[in-house]
């Protein structure tokens, strides 16, 4: 969707949860120029600005599933250090 527009050069970062009820839901995304560790902070340190993300993200039980990434495993390790950190079995 971007591959024409002032944004082509730019990588997309999406967050998703599970409610309470099991239901996937995106909570938030962000247009970064890399997928790298800094990229990633970024996004995780505007979504704990959000009230109520901040209460989610600070959660003693949270688990993160993420893919491989590299720059992805040192930011959650960074900006979410009493995070559990787990890669997905799909990826």
Known sequence: ALKN???????VLVANMQDGEGRDCS???????????????????????????ERVLSQPD??????????????VSEALPAAKHRVCALH
């Open 62 to 75: 949270l688990v993160v599933i993420s893919d491989r990434a590299l720059g992805l495993i040192a930011a």
């Open 5 to 11: 527009v002032s944004w082509a050069g730019y990588k």
């Open 27 to 53: 909570v938030g995304c962000a247009f970064v120029p890399e997928e790298d560790t800094e990229s990633y902070k970024f996004f995780i340190e505007v979504m704990k600005k959000h009230p109520v993300m």
